[in-house]
């Protein structure tokens, strides 16, 4: 799913986060060693898809760099909100493909515990679970949905975990009582650029045609209603 495509000439680089109940869009510029955050805006929740492209482009005014300058789009492409997820991709996409702006995608989660220095994290998903990034058995990382049950069958507890909501912290104290919890604050566009740093540097992003959304969890159509529709709308 991803392609290397070389960066434009002066390393403008947008922040897009819109999956959670507030979100945020960030301007940076890549420097030598990361990334430079020229200025951020916060987004209203459940008014993404009124407000987020009028942000970017006042965003961009604000600093006087225009779209086609961008070096890259950063989108956090989940988990969180499936309406917030798609409006956010929907609008990278409209933004990056006319001028073949290449994107990077990172994970809510991972850049929940790159802001807390840990290798873990949750977030609330409601319904009693959590969106739960933690190193496997097998020292890889994995990023699933959990429930109290879920979170009782894993045998490699965490040592310290980020969280960045009371639900999400709640659950973890209840399920692992041993593991340090560390909160911090909601990760931002600006967290997704630093942390999308190194793939722009090396040139790595994704094949637009294949961009979706890291949901783990299916629509509520898709449980509750018609498979078909719930299908459709992740489509």
Request: glycine share 10%; net charge negative; aromatic share 4%.
């Amino acid at each position: 799913m991803t392609v290397e495509r070389g960066l434009r000439a002066r390393g403008f680089v947008l922040g897009v986060d819109t999956c959670g109940p507030s979100g945020s869009v960030a301007l940076g510029r890549l420097t030598e060693d990361g990334m430079e955050l020229l200025g951020q805006t916060e987004l209203a929740g459940r008014s993404y898809s009124a407000t987020l492209v009028a942000a970017v482009g006042e965003l961009l005014k604000q600093h006087g760099v225009a779209l086609r300058e961008l070096s890259a789009i950063v989108a956090v492409n989940g988990p969180g909100s499936f309406t917030g997820v798609r409006v956010g991709l929907s609008a990278v996409k409209g933004l990056a493909e006319p001028l073949r702006i290449p994107v990077a995608v990172v994970s809510r989660l991972e850049a929940l515990a790159s802001k807390a220095s840990t290798q873990s994290s949750a977030l609330d998903a409601h319904r009693h679970e959590v969106f739960l990034r933690v190193d496997a058995m097998d020292g890889k990382v994995r990023e699933t949905l959990a429930g109290a049950a879920e979170l009782a069958a894993i045998a490699a507890v965490p040592k310290q975990i980020a969280v960045c909501d009371d639900a999400a912290e709640e659950q973890i104290r209840a399920a692992w009582p041993g593991a340090v919890v560390v909160q911090v604050e909601t990760p931002t566009a600006a967290d997704a650029l630093e942390l999308a740093a190194p793939q722009i540097r090396a040139g790595t992003f994704v094949d637009l045609a294949l961009l979706d959304g890291h949901y783990l969890r299916r629509s509520d159509a898709e449980i509750f209603g018609d498979p078909v529709q719930g299908l459709a709308q992740r489509t």
